[in-house]
Every structure is written in structure tokens, then in C-alpha cells.
Nanobody, 119 residues
Framework: QVQLVESGGGYAQPGGSLRLSCRASGFTFSNYYMSWVRQAPGKGLEWVSGINLDGQKKYYAGSVKGRFTMSRSNDHNTLYLQMNNVTAEDTALYYC????????????WGQGTQVTVST
């Protein structure tokens, strides 16, 4: 049974930092591309970043590029999202997502972790 459990969300002030984690279980983590996706209040889903199998290739949405860093530890079955210099526009529910097994795409989602950026 695939499980993706996010943690690390919370409150941050503009310009601050947060680190999200996603613990994966129920599948061979190193065999799957992974992504972070977010949904801001009243808005649709926005893909944030993606990472390949060995973590050497990472891709980011323009809105977060240069501020967010995605990484993975295949030894610990864990995905990370380091969020720096956050703004109010980063306020959203952040989801960890797993690919379908062949390349990019999303087949499974976690329950999400809330990030709120406010003064």
C-alpha cells in the first residue's frame, strides 16, 4: 500500500524558511520520479518541483526557482523541499506526489502539509 506522509509545514514570516519532508512507504522509493505540488486557497493545483530517480536532475516552477530546493534520500525513503525566502504567495497546502512508474507524472498523493506565510 503506497503511503506518502508529509510533514514540516507551519507558519513562517515573509523572507523566512521552512523544510518540508515526505516519508514514503509501500513501494521501492528509488524507482520513482517524485514531485511536490501545491494548492493555494481558492486556486487550482500548481506543480512546484520534480526530481528524477537518483536526485541529480531537478526541475522547478518559475515561481519558486532560486528559492526552493528539492532533494531526496533514497536510503531513507524521504523527499524534501527546502523553502527559502518565502512570500505570502507561497501559502498553500503542499502535497508530495509519486510518479506512475515510467517517467514523470503523478499517480499517488500524500495528504498534504499546510504552509502559511504571514506577518
Amino acid at each position: 500500500q503506497v503511503q506518502l506522509v508529509e510533514s514540516g509545514g507551519g507558519y513562517a514570516q515573509p523572507g523566512g524558511s521552512l523544510r518540508l519532508s515526505c516519508r514514503a512507504s509501500g513501494f521501492t522509493f528509488s524507482n520513482y520520479y517524485m514531485s511536490w505540488v501545491r494548492q493555494a486557497p481558492g486556486k487550482g493545483l500548481e506543480w512546484v518541483s520534480g526530481i528524477n530517480l537518483d536526485g541529480q536532475k531537478k526541475y522547478y516552477a518559475g515561481s519558486v526557482k532560486g528559492r526552493f530546493t528539492m532533494s531526496r534520500s533514497n536510503d531513507h525513503n524521504t523527499l524534501y523541499l527546502q523553502m527559502n525566502n518565502v512570500t505570502a504567495e507561497d501559502t498553500a497546502l503542499y502535497y508530495c506526489a509519486r510518479g506512475p512508474g515510467t517517467g514523470w507524472g503523478i499517480k499517488y498523493w500524500g495528504q498534504g502539509t499546510q504552509v502559511t506565510v504571514s506577518t
